[in-house]
């Protein structure tokens, strides 16, 4: 017997055991979209993988509403608060940009709506309190659409995390480059533009993750001409462990992501945060020191993490959420209010040492 088999058991054992059911075995719920844009096109598309359905959307021009709704059968048409209060509704995505997300979701938990709010959640960890108050108190559930966490590769990640077989995380990468100067959402500081909110939230959500909220945060990054951060690097502290976040929205990179164990190596080389393969690494050395004696590593990869091909991913945070209102919850195990808030708090911080001072704020 060679000295890595009883791992790749045990590793293999891991495998299917903690992937998502399958999005299309989630019960129904009938969504209203908020905001006929981009991420919307998508959430409308990928919720056809599911039994859910989009009866309404609510957006500032009816013609480019009514455009969305014939793309996707969607029955109703209207302005924002129409849409998210119609009786047959029971779920309100909410897909405009950043600086909209708090008001928003505040209308329609008072309409007593169950909502998902486009990442991040809001702009800062302040307002994420005033939504959370809000729903705990209309006893609705509301979830940010980090969708990554539904994926089947971040619950396979998790498995291996407590598992042990790799022993403790000492180390997390995560980094998200992507050319986005001249967006007009990512320019302005009036719409809590730059790279970390938009692009840092994944990072700093996947190492949330996995470390919870830090001890300390060195940051650095730089300004745009009007003020917000075309990137943001941040060293995080954490009592046995160290993490590094880089957000860019000026330059190009990759979008790839590592844990670094006592014992091994998860790498997810290529757009981490979107359905991918995943590569387990181990080192061959159960304790002691790893020297040039030491077996070759044992790689294992994950390449058919597979998700339904008629999707792009997000069904699975919608079937997450349709299961989660079903079943009565106001936050979901994978990503509660601690996460949301963790993350958030990371992200003020980090803007706080770059200079980013949004004018609203
Ligand atoms: N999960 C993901 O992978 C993902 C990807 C991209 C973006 N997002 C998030 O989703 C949100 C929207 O991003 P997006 O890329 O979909 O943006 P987008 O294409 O610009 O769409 C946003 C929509 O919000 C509405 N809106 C309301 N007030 C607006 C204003 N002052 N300026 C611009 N739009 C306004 C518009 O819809 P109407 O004109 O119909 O009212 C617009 O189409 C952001 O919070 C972003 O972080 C998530």
């Known amino acids: 017997m060679s000295a890595f088999e009883p791992l790749p058991a045990r590793l293999a054992s891991i495998g299917a055991a903690v992937l998502p059911d399958e999005p299309s075995t989630a019960p129904s719920l009938n969504w209203a979209i908020i905001g006929a844009g981009y991420i919307a096109g998508l959430f409308a ?69 169950s909502v998902m709010i486009e990442k991040p959640l809001a702009v ?77 939230v994944y990072p700093a959500s996947f190492i949330e993750m996995l470390l919870g909220a830090p001890k300390s945060i060195h940051a650095s990054g730089h300004l745009t001409e009007a003020g917000v951060d075309e990137d943001s690097i941040a060293v995080l502290d954490y009592p046995a462990a160290t993490a590094v976040l880089a957000a860019h929205m000026g330059a190009s990179s990759q979008v790839a992501a590592e844990v670094a164990f006592t014992r091994g190596q998860v790498v997810l080389e290529r757009q981490f945060y979107r359905p991918t393969e995943i590569k387990v690494v ?31 991913g997000l069904e699975y945070e919608a079937a997450a959420f349709a299961r989660a209102v079903k079943a009565g919850l106001t936050e979901l195990p994978e990503h509660g209010w601690s996460s949301v808030t963790n993350v958030l708090e990371i992200m003020d911080e980090v803007r706080h040492q770059v200079g980013v001072v949004y004018p609203f704020e």
């Not at 959307?57 to 509403?65: F, I, P, Y």
């Not at 048409?77 to 997300?101: K, L, N």
């Open 45 to 113: 598309a990928d919720l056809q993988c599911t039994q859910s359905a989009a009866v309404a959307v609510g957006s500032r021009d009816l013609t480019k509403g009514q455009a969305f709704a014939d793309q996707f059968g969607i029955p109703f048409v209207g302005s924002y608060e129409e849409a998210m209060s119609r009786p047959d509704v029971d779920a309100v995505y909410i897909a405009t940009p950043h600086t909209f997300h708090k008001e928003q979701a505040l209308l329609a938990i008072d309409a007593g709506k």
């Open 124 to 200: 800062n960890a302040g307002e994420a309190a005033e939504i959370r108050a809000a729903a705990e108190a209309k006893g609705v559930l509301v979830m940010e659409a980090m969708w990554s966490r539904f994926l089947p590769h971040y619950a396979l990640l998790r498995a291996i995390v407590e598992s042990g077989e790799l022993g403790e995380i000492k180390y997390v990468r995560a980094e998200h480059f992507q050319t986005l100067r001249g967006t007009e959402r990512m320019e302005r500081p009036d719409l809590a533009g730059g790279a970390l909110l938009d692009l840092g």
């Open 282 to 312: 181990w080192n061959g050395v159960a304790d002691g020191p790893q020297n040039a004696d030491s077996a070759e590593p044992y790689t294992e990869v994950w390449s058919d993490v597979a998700v339904d091909p008629r999707g792009g």
